[in-house]
């Protein structure tokens, strides 16, 4: 074929070999222009805050679509929505708007929290004793009762099942969204407490979802309450929708306490009460949560009976670690020693040995998962013994399961006390935690 060229600048057709290269700047040039995704080249990545490292396997929300970040802390936008939500364990949530290349940074953080109750929190002399220690101590972190024990919701919902069944009757929050928002404002790491399956308001409203007892009535606890069937799925509905709501206002962290079945076999459900059904319906139930919160960057966390890492069956109540731990971000062990009523190996009284039942049962759990020990967040006993010699759980017996948590290296811990009742005894003064703490530690 004949070269044939043009007047003027870059005016040059090519034949032959010479048109093949043309064609591959073209093809180059085109490339630019095609996004990052369709590429296969990163369009941002999340690094820690302090040292500048990728972080690997965070958790990146762009509109419907969700990816983890590669060895590198790599994502790429697949979309056009412009807000990159991103969190990761271990670490603060974070969100902003996209840009190319951009660089998101993580802040490490491993939260030391406190309970407050439905009354809790709204009890201004309770609330404001809880936020003073967190002033003045190594505290940093808040757990608010979104759904209590009762079934009561604190602040006003759109949920029209929440009014059907009286959850709405005392509204002491009037806007938690403005609290949570406060409370963030001041470095307080928020966890929304879900009580799930343990419902006397559902229940009751809806006695064709309850637990029956060999009769076929309404069964009782010890506390006289009434639960929901685990295997009713438009429950399921109600409780992440109560989930949903706490994310909408703002909360960093859901966590479901009473996921799980009632620890007594003279009871009836809608379906055979067998171990692989009791399995199935709360993992089924996690994994629906962890899909309809996915939009909002939320933690999500379970708390977990204490044997249940000790014990490989589902301890009758349906919770088997191996099987929950894919649908959670973190676990929370209830490491009561009071709660350990048979002892564990080698410790027979365990409420004189908070520390070896703290740290040996979340080693325990990390055997049987494989999770990496930032998985972890166990709640911790604050409260006077009621299972063996009744002593107060003071400075000594706090200490030694928070040093249990520290050696062990879980994402921090919970101190529960049902009345609320907290008094700093065990608790690191802030001057005297800061002088310890590594880069982002601390609120």
């Given at each position: 074929?004949?070269?044939?060229?043009?007047k003027?600048?870059?005016?040059?057709?090519?034949?032959?070999?010479?048109?093949?290269?043309?064609?591959?700047?073209?093809?180059?040039?085109?490339?630019?222009?095609?996004?990052?995704?369709?590429?296969?080249?990163?369009?941002?990545?999340?690094?820690?805050h302090?040292?500048?490292?990728?972080?690997?396997?965070?958790?990146?929300?762009?509109?419907?679509?969700?990816?983890?970040?590669?060895?590198?802390g790599?994502?790429?936008?697949?979309?056009?929505?412009?807000?990159?939500?991103?969190?990761?364990?271990?670490?603060?949530?974070?969100?902003?708007?996209?840009?190319?290349?951009?660089?998101?940074?993580?802040v490490?953080?491993?939260?030391?929290?406190?309970?407050?109750?439905?009354?809790?929190?709204?009890?201004r002399?309770?609330?404001?004793?809880?936020?003073?220690?967190?002033?003045?101590?190594?505290?940093?972190?808040l757990?608010i009762?979104?759904?209590?024990?009762?079934?009561?919701?604190?602040?006003?919902?759109?949920?029209p099942?929440?009014?059907e069944?009286?959850a709405?009757?005392?509204?002491?929050?009037?806007d938690?969204k403005g609290?949570?928002?406060?409370?963030?404002?001041?470095?307080?790491?928020?966890?929304?407490r879900?009580v799930?399956?343990?419902?006397?308001?559902?229940?009751?409203?809806?006695?064709?979802?309850?637990?029956?007892?060999?009769?076929?009535?309404?069964w009782?606890?010890?506390?006289k309450l009434?639960?929901i069937?685990?295997?009713?799925?438009e429950?399921?509905?109600?409780?992440?929708?109560?989930?949903?709501?706490?994310?909408q206002?703002?909360?960093?962290?859901?966590?479901f306490?009473?996921?799980?079945?009632?620890?007594?076999?003279?009871?009836?459900?809608?379906?055979?009460?067998?171990?692989?059904?009791?399995?199935?319906?709360i993992?089924?139930?996690l994994?629906?949560?962890?899909?309809?919160?996915?939009?909002?960057?939320?933690?999500?966390?379970?708390?977990?009976?204490?044997?249940?890492h000790?014990?490989?069956?589902d301890t009758?109540?349906?919770?088997?670690?191996?099987?929950?731990?894919?649908h959670?971000?973190?676990?929370s062990?209830?490491?009561?020693?009071?709660?350990?009523?048979?002892?564990?190996?080698?410790?027979?009284?365990?409420?004189?040995?908070?520390?070896?039942?703290?740290?040996?049962?979340?080693?325990?759990?990390?055997e049987?998962t494989?999770l990496?020990?930032?998985?972890?967040?166990?709640?911790?006993?604050?409260?006077?013994d009621?299972a063996?010699?009744?002593?107060?759980?003071?400075?000594?017996?706090?200490?030694?399961?928070?040093s249990?948590?520290?050696?062990f290296?879980?994402?921090?811990?919970?101190?529960?006390?049902?009345?609320?009742?907290?008094?700093?005894?065990?608790?690191?003064?802030?001057?005297a935690?800061?002088?310890?703490?590594q880069?982002?530690?601390g609120?």
């Open positions: 074929m004949q070269k044939q060229t043009h003027g600048k870059n005016n040059v057709v090519l034949s032959g070999a010479s048109s093949c290269k043309q064609v591959l700047i073209l093809l180059i040039s085109v490339l630019l222009l095609v996004p990052a995704a369709v590429q296969g080249f990163p369009s941002g990545k999340v690094v820690d302090f040292t500048g490292k990728p972080v690997e396997g965070a958790v990146v929300t762009l509109g419907k679509t969700l990816q983890r970040t590669d060895a590198q790599q994502f790429f936008k697949s979309n056009g929505d412009n807000r990159v939500l991103v969190r990761a364990y271990g670490y603060l949530r974070a969100e902003q708007s996209f840009a190319p290349r951009q660089e998101i940074k993580l490490p953080f491993s939260p030391r929290a406190l309970y407050l109750s439905f009354y809790g929190i709204g009890d002399g309770l609330r404001n004793a809880a936020l003073n220690l967190i002033r003045e101590t190594e505290l940093n972190a757990v009762d979104v759904k209590g024990d009762k079934g009561m919701i604190p602040f006003p919902s759109s949920i099942l929440a009014r069944v009286g709405q009757k005392l509204i002491i929050i009037k938690m609290m949570v928002h406060s409370l963030k404002e001041n470095g307080i790491y928020t966890i929304a879900i799930t399956f343990k419902d006397p308001l559902l229940s009751l409203k809806r006695p064709d979802w309850a637990v029956r007892n060999s009769a076929g009535e309404i009782h606890d010890q506390e009434t639960w069937d685990p295997f009713v799925k429950a399921w509905d109600y409780y992440i929708q109560v989930a949903i709501e706490a994310a206002c703002g909360f960093d962290e859901i966590q306490d009473y996921v799980r079945f009632p620890d007594s076999m003279k009871v009836r459900f809608s379906q055979p009460n067998t171990a692989e059904n009791r399995v199935r319906a993992t089924g139930f994994m629906e949560a962890k899909n309809r919160l996915a939009p909002y960057n939320v933690f999500l966390a379970a708390d977990i009976f204490g044997y249940v000790w014990n490989y069956n009758d109540i349906g919770q088997k670690l191996e099987n929950l731990s894919p959670l971000d973190y676990l062990p209830m490491l009561y020693p009071s709660g350990f009523q048979f002892g564990i190996p080698g410790y027979r009284n365990p409420v004189a040995h908070p520390h070896e039942i703290v740290y040996l049962t979340l080693k325990k759990a990390q049987r494989q990496p020990s930032v998985r972890f967040r166990p709640w911790l006993q604050a409260f006077r009621y063996f010699d009744r002593r107060h759980f003071t400075a000594k017996e706090i200490n030694q399961q928070i249990a948590v520290e050696k290296g879980s994402n921090g811990w919970m101190l529960w006390n049902p009345r609320n009742v907290y008094n700093g005894e065990g608790l690191k003064k802030k001057e935690f800061w002088t310890r703490a880069p982002g530690e609120s």
